[in-house]
C-alpha cells in the first residue's frame, strides 16, 4: 500500500486481487478497481493449453481460484473460487468439449489433498461446479458425494491419496501419454491414474526420501510423452529420482543442485524436471532458488541408463550459461526442435538454441515479472508464459526459415556389376536454407517396365530384374545437411540396353520444408 506522490489524499493497494485506488472520506471508503487492460494484475501458478485449439487454455492464480479462455486471447473468466494451483488439460484429443481438465487447490498434510476434475468443457461457465477427487475437502466424516456434477460423474470421491503425506501448498500434477493421457500427483510419494484421477496408486517409495517415514515433497514431476514407464521428479530439497522401467522402486540419480545460498539443506526447490520429447536419455531440472549463475539448469544425459537399480552414474551437466542467479520456475521444450529450450526465471524469459549450452533473454514487450510456468501450444506454434502479477502472455515460437530437401543429381549412372557382383547405386539427398530444425522425407524408386519379362531389351529398368525396389524415410537431425540412399542394383547375363528407373522424394516433413525434383538412375550394361 502507498500514498500517491501528486496527491497524498489517494490511497493505492496492491494485493493478490490486484490493485486498488481510493481517497479515504470521513464516512466509508469506496475502492476503483484499477485492474483493467493493459495492467493484468493476476498472480498465475500455472497455465494449461489445449493440444489443438489456440485459444482454449486454463490457469491458476494465486487466492484467485482456476480461470478458462476458450473463444480469443485474453478473453478470460473465473472456473473455480479459491486458491488455484497446478492445471493441466488432456493432450490425447483434439476434442474441445469432451476433454479431461483438471486443477488443484491448495493442499495440506491432515487437511485436504487432492484436486478437480472436469470431462466437459461445456460446462465450464457454471462457476465451481468441478468435480473433486481426493480426501478431506469436506467436513469430517468426508463422506463421499456421488451425485453427478454438470459433467457427469461423481461429485466427490475419495481415490486413494492420503491424508497423512506431506506435501507442498501447490502440490505437483503431470500428465503421461495414452489416451487418455495417464495423470500423476506428486506428495512425498509419487501417485498415477490410468482413469483420469478417480483412482490414485502409489508409483514410488512411500516416502521417496525416507520409506516408511515421512519424507521431502515432490515440487516437480517429468513423464516421457511417448513412454509412460520414464519418469522423473525432484524434490524440494533438491533430491532427484526416476525409473526408466516403470519400477515403483524409483532410483536416486544423484542430484547436482549446487548449495542455497541461504544456508537451508531442506530447500533446494526443483522448481521444474523435464524429459526431452525426442530423447528419452535427455532430461532438465531447474532450481528456484538463488543457484550460482549459470547452475540454475542441469542436463541429464544418460537418464535410461541411469534410472534404473544398479545403472550407470548420472551423467549431470551444468546448462544454464548466461542466465544470472535467479530462480527459474518455468520451463519448455519446442517439440519440433529439441536444441530450442525456453525456460521461464523471476526475471523473464530466456532462451537456449543449443539445448542449453548458451542462454540469453527472449523477446520483447514482456514486463520485468517472475514467469511461473510456460507452456507452447504447438498447433500455432505459440509460447504462453504465466506470470506472477502480470498475466499471460503470448509469442510466436523460433521457428526456421525455408529449406529445400532434394536429390544432389537429377541424373546419374552406374555399371551393373558382373557374375555375381553386386553393386548398388549410392544417392546424395542434400538439405539446403535454413537447416536448423529437424526434418525428414519419404524415398521410393519406381519404373515403367511394368510385367515386361526380364529379358527385354528396352529402356526401362524392371525391379524384378535388375535393382531391388528400394523405399524408406530419411530423418535429418537438426544442422545435418546431407544422407544417402543404397540402392542394390542386381548383375544379369541378359543382352539389354541402357535402362533407368526413377527415385522420387514425397511427403516433407518438419516446419517450413519443401522438396527438390525427383532423379532418373540409368544402370549400364
Known amino acids: 500500500m502507498g500514498l500517491a506522490v501528486e496527491d497524498q489524499r489517494i490511497v493505492f493497494a496492491g494485493n493478490d486481487g490486484g490493485v486498488w485506488k481510493a481517497t479515504p472520506t470521513a464516512g466509508a471508503t469506496t475502492w476503483t478497481n484499477l485492474n483493467t487492460s493493459p495492467l493484468n494484475t493476476l498472480q498465475f501458478e500455472s497455465i494449461a493449453v489445449h493440444s489443438t485449439n489456440q485459444f482454449f487454455m486454463i490457469g491458476g492464480t494465486q ?5 478458462f479462455q476458450q473463444t480469443s486471447s485474453g478473453n478470460w473468466s473465473n472456473a473455480e473460487g479459491g486458491d488455484g494451483g497446478y492445471s493441466l488439460i488432456d493432450q490425447s484429443t483434439s476434442d474441445t468439449r469432451f476433454v479431461a481438465l483438471y486443477h488443484t487447490f ?9 484436486f478437480d476434475r472436469s470431462v466437459d468443457s461445456n ?6 461446479f468441478w468435480p473433486t477427487r481426493g480426501i478431506g475437502f469436506l467436513n469430517a466424516p468426508d463422506n463421499e458425494q456421488t451425485s ?3 459433467d457427469g460423474t461423481a461429485d466427490y470421491l475419495h481415490n486413494g491419496l492420503s491424508l497423512n503425506d506431506n506435501v507442498l501448498f501447490y502440490a505437483p500434477m503431470a500428465l503421461g501419454p495414452g489416451t487418455p493421457n495417464t495423470v500423476y500427483f506428486g506428495t512425498d510419494r509419487l501417485y498415477r491414474s490410468n482413469d483420469r484421477g478417480d483412482h490414485m496408486t502409489v508409483v514410488s517409495q512411500a516416502s521417496i526420501s525416507s520409506p516408511g517415514n515421512t519424507g521431502s515433497p515432490i515440487s516437480a514431476i517429468a513423464i516421457w510423452p511417448q513412454g509412460d514407464n520414464i519418469r522423473m521428479v525432484g524434490l524440494q530439497n533438491g533430491q532427484v529420482w526416476g525409473t526408466s522401467t516403470g519400477s515403483s522402486t524409483l532410483v536416486d540419480l544423484a542430484s547436482p543442485a549446487p548449495a542455497n545460498p541461504s544456508g537451508s539443506t531442506t530447500n533446494k526447490f526443483i522448481g521444474r524436471a523435464m524429459i526431452d520429447p525426442n530423447n528419452k536419455n535427455v532430461a532438465y531440472i531447474t532450481l528456484s ?14 537418464l535410461t541408463a541411469a534410472a534404473v537399480s544398479g545403472g550407470a552414474t548420472p551423467n549431470w551437466v551444468a546448462a544454464g550459461n548466461g542466465i544470472p542467479p535467479i530462480p527459474i520456475n518455468a520451463f519448455a521444450i519446442d517439440p519440433l526442435n529439441s536444441n530450442n529450450l525456453y525456460a521461464g526465471t523471476d526475471i523473464g524469459v530466456y532462451f537456449s538454441s543449443d539445448g542449453g549450452a548458451n542462454w540469453s533473454p527472449f523477446g520483447t514487450g514482456l514486463p520485468r515479472v517472475a514467469v511461473f510456468d510456460l507452456q507452447i501450444q504447438p498447433t500455432s ?7 506472477h ?8 515460437l523460433v521457428s526456421p526459415a525455408a529449406s529445400t530437401v532434394q536429390l544432389s543429381t537429377n541424373a546419374m549412372s552406374v555399371t551393373e556389376g558382373t557374375g555375381s557382383t553386386q553393386v548398388d547405386a549410392v544417392v546424395t539427398v542434400q538439405r539446403s536454407g535454413d537447416i536448423s530444425f529437424p526434418a525428414s522425407v519419404n524415398y521410393a524408386t519406381s519404373d515403367a517396365s511394368g510385367a515386361n519379362g526380364c529379358g527385354l531389351i528396352g529402356s526401362s529398368a524392371s525391379s524384378r530384374c535388375d535393382y531391388i525396389a528400394t523405399l524408406g524415410t530419411l530423418n535429418f537431425a537438426a544442422n545435418q545437411s546431407s544422407q544417402q540412399i543404397s540402392i542394390p ?9 541402357a535402362e533407368s528407373f526413377t527415385l522420387t522424394l514425397t511427403s516433407p516433413g518438419g516446419f517450413n520444408v519443401s522438396l527438390g525434383a525427383p532423379a532418373s538412375i540409368t544402370i549400364l550394361p
Do not use: H, M
Not at 506454434?381 to 506470470?387: C, E, K, N, P
Open 389 to 396: 502479477g502480470r498475466g499471460v502472455w503470448e509469442t510466436a
Open 123 to 128: 460446462c465450464l461457465p457454471q462457476k465451481n
Open 489 to 497: 542394383i542386381l548383375p544379369d547375363s541378359y543382352a539389354e540396353n
Open 106 to 114: 491448495f493442499n495440506q498434510t491432515g487437511n485436504q489433498i487432492g
Open 381 to 387: 506454434r505459440l509460447l504462453r508464459a504465466g506470470t
Open 63 to 67: 487466492d484467485n481460484g482456476t480461470e
Open 148 to 150: 453427478l456434477s454438470c
Open 289 to 302: 532458488y538463488y543457484a550460482p549463475a549459470g547452475q540454475g539448469i542441469w542436463k541429464i544425459t544418460n
